[in-house]
T-cell receptor, first 113, second 112 residues
């Protein structure tokens, strides 16, 4: 089955810096890659996703890149703010009319004022 | 428009007991997936329900079972609880023919 590795496990940055989280996946058939943000005591919130027919997607301060050949994808957050502090999860799935998600272990992002 | 809702918020059980967790999907969503999230880990897929049937199942024992009702809401049942079943149980819903899953706030289950 699919396996998703995520790095780093923790990331500390100063407010205004950029943050990058990287994930690799094992199944070349995977074609959908969402990113979720989870705050303490809450469920995961979808922040951005990318499909295998696209190499990059951007939404304001957040961007995701996908390299299908290398089987890795990354989340980029620019101009970080203290409210960006949370645990971020990447996931991968094979969509064929429906999909189930395989998650990485998460990255705790701490943004210091 | 209400998002995915789950009940109860928290639950404490003892080993050997049985538990039922509930989920209501977003309006217009017909597919419900359940995930288990142990402390400090990513969510792990338990199973997915569509048209009142289990469509796909992850690597979980038969002690974990589910149900989907005609209104698309769903239940997760766990029998013969073990200490290792302590976790946050997440429900996610999906619109027909979509790949995007939206999660509820979860139910925190503690097994003593």
């Amino acid at each position: 089955g699919e396996n998703v590795e995520q790095h780093p496990s923790t990331l500390s940055v100063q407010e205004g810096d950029s943050a990058v989280i990287k994930c690799t996946y094992s199944d070349s058939a995977s074609n959908y890659f969402p990113w979720y943000k989870q705050e303490l005591g809450k469920g995961p919130q979808l922040i951005i996703d990318i499909r295998s027919n696209v190499g990059e997607k951007k939404d304001q301060r957040i961007a995701v890149t996908l390299n299908k050949t290398a089987k890795h994808f990354s989340l980029h957050i620019t101009e970080t703010q203290p409210e960006d502090s949370a645990v971020y999860f990447c996931a991968a799935s094979i969509y064929s009319g429906y999909s189930t998600l395989t998650f990485g272990k998460g990255t705790m992002l701490l943004v210091s004022p | 428009d209400a998002g995915v809702t789950q009940s109860p918020t928290h639950l404490i059980k003892t080993r050997g007991q049985q538990v039922t967790l509930r989920c209501s999907p977003k309006s217009g969503h017909d597919t419900v997936s359940w995930y288990q999230q142990a402390l400090g880990q990513g969510p792990q897929f338990i199973f997915q329900y569509y048209e009142e049937e289990e469509r796909q199942r992850g690597n979980f024992p038969d002690r974990f079972s589910g149900h989907q009702f005609p209104n698309y809401s769903s239940e997760l049942n766990v029998n013969a609880l073990l200490l290792g079943d302590s976790a946050l149980y997440l429900c996610a819903s999906t619109e027909r023919l979509s790949d995007t899953q939206y999660f509820g706030p979860g139910t925190r289950l503690t097994v003593l």
